[in-house]
């Protein structure tokens, strides 16, 4: 079993960043598929970034690339998404999602992440 924990969230203006963070209560940190999600009021869960926790490797969605930055940080079963020039569109419960143990590369396909933290809630003013 997997437990994940988020934290971060809050409210901040437009052209703000924020730091979100999830860190893993796993082994096997390596082998797993780390996302991050999100879900705006009256929308359907939606996928930002991802990452290969054994190499590193990124995805992002078109709507956050080039502002957003997901790392991880292997020796504390971490991973981060750093939020740039964050716009009011950005608020949303961010999630972090693990996939795995699995070999595969950094994906935003929803339904195959097993495990899912709570939620942090990420509010952007105008």
């Known amino acids: 079993q997997v437990q994940l924990v988020e934290s971060g969230g809050g409210l901040v203006q437009a052209g703000g960043s924020l730091r979100l963070s999830c860190a893993a209560s796993v082994r096997t940190f390596r082998r797993y598929t780390m996302g991050w999600f999100r879900q705006a009021p009256g929308k359907e869960r939606e996928f930002v970034a991802a990452i290969n926790t054994s190499d590193g490797s990124t995805s992002y969605a078109d709507s956050v690339k080039g502002r957003f930055t997901m790392f991880r940080d292997n020796a504390k079963n971490t991973v981060y998404l750093q939020m740039n020039s964050l716009k009011p569109e950005d608020t949303a419960v961010y999630y972090c999602?693990?996939?795995?143990?699995?070999?595969?590369?950094?994906?935003?396909?929803?339904?195959?992440?097993?495990?899912w933290g709570q939620g942090t809630q990420v509010t952007v003013s105008s």
């Open positions: 999602a693990a996939d795995g143990p699995s070999w595969g590369g950094p994906h935003g396909r929803l339904a195959e992440y097993d495990y």
